[in-house]
């Protein structure tokens, strides 16, 4: 699996994430929100996307992270292009969490953390 093949998966592991096909890409939503853009399956290089707050500045210091295109910049939304050097998975994976967390209902983030909390016990 590529690195935009596990941010999906675990993506979609998040409560209520399904995974849709507007414009032939790959876009995982929660309820009829986009949480993470994956692109078209056979772009090259591949990438992700996701809408940030708190990590938003530090995203935007890393290698291959840009501000998305089509105004989605201005309001959190950043590109990352999975070449060489990209940053780790488990921080990809992170910022769709953190994603989700401003795009999902309160009543599905709650489920997120009662789930986490059980994780952890």
Partial sequence: MTARDDVLAFALTLPGAWLD??????????????????GLPDREPPMVGM??????????????????GYGLGKSGW????????????????DWAEE??????????????????RQDAE
Avoid at 99 to 116: C, G, I, M, P, Q
């Fill in 78 to 93: 950043v590109t990352v292009e999975l070449t060489g050097a990209h940053p780790p998975v488990d921080v990809l994976c």
């Fill in 99 to 116: 994603s989700y967390r401003l795009l999902a209902t309160k009543t599905l983030v709650k489920e997120l953390d009662v789930r986490a």
């Fill in 21 to 38: 096909h507007p414009w032939d890409e790959d876009v995982v939503k929660v309820g009829k929100k986009i949480v993470v853009f994956g």
């Fill in 51 to 68: 809408k940030l707050s708190a990590s938003h500045d530090a995203a935007l210091a890393a290698r291959g992270v840009t501000p998305t």
